[in-house]
């Protein structure tokens, strides 16, 4: 029996959203995605990490035999205000960065040494606690270098 995969991957046109097999379990809608160790598969975000736009789906982990999940993401830098699982208190008007495991947080205020994060949008609404979900306008993932005092 052959197995029938969906997902966009191919090159084209994608109108703000495209789909991506999940490398891993999703445990909750709105979590920040980067790219898979294959490029047609999504992981969640770290610090580190270049994200490519924010997952609106759940998904299990792969099966034994590697069946994996299809899921939605949503790119960043997309016309759209997005929404996305804070892990700490955001205060509307943050810029906010990836913070691990999906969620984002904001810029910090006071640094002691050089940093370099990458900027994914601004917060329009709040959050006062590690998940709840914000609303952002987001844009394209670019590096921001903030220097120590």
């Not at 994060?117 to 270098?145: K, N, R, W």
Request: charge should be negative; hydrophobic fraction near 45%; proline fraction near 7%.
């Amino acid at each position: 029996m052959t197995q029938l995969i969906l997902s966009n991957s191919a090159i084209g046109t994608h109108a703000c959203n495209i789909t991506k097999q999940a490398e891993e379990a999703i445990p909750i809608k709105y979590l920040l995605g980067k790219f898979g160790e294959q490029k047609t598969d999504v992981a969640l975000c770290g610090l580190p990490d270049l994200p490519i736009g924010i997952i609106t789906d759940e998904a299990a982990a792969p099966t034994p035999e590697g069946t994996k999940e299809i899921v939605n993401i949503a790119l960043l830098g997309s016309p759209n205000t997005l929404q996305a699982v804070a892990s700490v208190a955001v205060a509307a008007g943050s810029i906010i960065i990836p913070a691990g495991n999906g969620k984002v947080k904001p810029l910090p205020a006071a640094i002691t040494d050089d940093q370099t994060y990458i900027m994914i949008g601004i917060a329009l609404t709040s959050a006062t606690a590690d998940g709840q979900v914000i609303e952002f306008m987001s844009c394209v993932p670019q590096q921001h270098v903030v220097k120590g005092s």
